[in-house]
C-alpha cells in the first residue's frame, strides 16, 4: 500500500544529542514537509522541500537540519541546538504543489520524541 | 493564508449530525477553505474542500456562506470514531501546500 512511514514511533534521548527521525514515502510525491506538534497545539512548519536537493525553513527551523537526497526520502535531524525539542513530529507529502489537484496533504502517523 | 477562528471544543451524541463552524472574514477570493482531522496521537487526514460552493463526499459536507467569511463542516451521523480535533484552513490552492494549522475544534462524541 502506498503512504509515509515515519520511524522510530517513540525516541527517548539525553539532553544535548543529536537525533535524526526518518520520513519515507512511496507514493511518487515530489514535495515533503516536517511539522512539529507540541501538546494542545496546533501543527506548525519546520522544513520542507518541493524537490529532490532542495530544502526551505519553514517557520521554526532553528536547531534542526533535513537533506533530501531522494525523492522518497527527507529525514530530519533535531540538533542539540533545539532549545525545547521533546514533541510530536509529523512527516508528509503532496504531489508537487503546482500540479495538485486537491491541494491534499498526506501524514505520516508520527514520531514522538521525548528528550530526558 | 487567512485567519480561521474556530470553537475550542464541542460535544456531539453519536448518531446525531455534528456542526463544526469556522469563520475567516479576511478570505481573499482565490482562498479555498480545508478541513482536516487529527484523531489523538496520529497524522492528520484530509476531509474537505471548497471554494463557493458546498460540497459533498463520503465522509462530511462542506456548507459556505455567500460572502464566504465563514463555514460548516457538517458530519451527518457522528460515530465515536469521529471524536478528533478538526482543522479549518484556507490557502490559495496551487500555490504551495505549506499548510498553516491553528488550535481547531476538539469534538467529542458521546454515547
Known amino acids: 500500500d502506498g503512504g509515509i512511514t515515519q520511524s522510530p514511533k517513540y525516541l527517548f534521548r539525553k539532553e544535548g544529542q543529536n537525533v535524526t527521525l526518518s520520513c519515507e514515502q512511496n507514493?511518487?510525491?515530489?514535495?515533503m514537509y516536517w511539522y512539529r506538534q507540541d501538546p494542545g497545539q496546533g501543527l506548525r512548519l519546520i522544513y520542507y522541500?518541493?524537490?529532490?536537493?532542495?530544502?526551505q525553513k519553514g517557520d521554526i527551523a532553528e536547531g534542526y537540519s533535513v537533506s533530501r537526497e531522494k525523492k522518497e526520502s527527507f529525514p530530519l535531524t533535531v540538533t542539540s541546538a533545539q532549545k525545547n525539542p521533546t514533541a510530536f513530529y509529523l512527516c508528509?507529502?503532496?504531489?508537487?504543489?503546482?500540479?495538485?489537484?486537491?491541494?491534499?496533504?498526506?501524514f505520516g502517523e508520527g514520531s514522538r520524541l521525548t528528550v530526558l | 493564508d487567512a485567519k480561521t477562528t474556530q470553537p475550542t471544543s464541542m460535544d456531539c451524541a453519536e448518531g446525531r449530525a455534528a456542526n463544526l463552524p469556522c469563520n475567516h472574514s479576511?478570505?481573499?477570493?482565490?482562498?479555498?477553505v480545508y478541513w482536516y482531522r487529527q484523531i489523538h496521537s496520529q497524522g492528520p487526514q484530509y476531509i474537505i474542500h471548497?471554494?463557493?460552493n458546498n460540497e459533498t463526499n463520503e465522509m462530511a459536507s462542506l456548507i459556505i456562506t455567500e460572502d464566504r467569511k465563514s463555514s460548516t463542516l457538517i458530519l451527518p451521523h457522528a460515530t465515536l470514531r469521529d471524536t478528533a480535533v478538526y482543522y479549518c484552513?484556507?490557502?490559495?490552492?496551487?500555490?504551495?501546500?505549506?499548510?498553516?494549522f491553528g488550535g481547531g475544534t476538539r469534538l467529542m462524541v458521546k454515547p
Open positions: 508528509a507529502s503532496s504531489k508537487f504543489y503546482g500540479t495538485s489537484d486537491k491541494g491534499e496533504l498526506f
Open positions: 479576511t478570505i481573499s477570493g482565490n482562498e479555498y
Open positions: 522541500s518541493q524537490i529532490v536537493n532542495d530544502f
Open positions: 507514493l511518487n510525491h515530489d514535495a
Open positions: 471548497g471554494l463557493k
Open positions: 484552513i484556507v490557502r490559495v490552492r496551487n500555490a504551495g501546500n505549506m499548510l498553516t
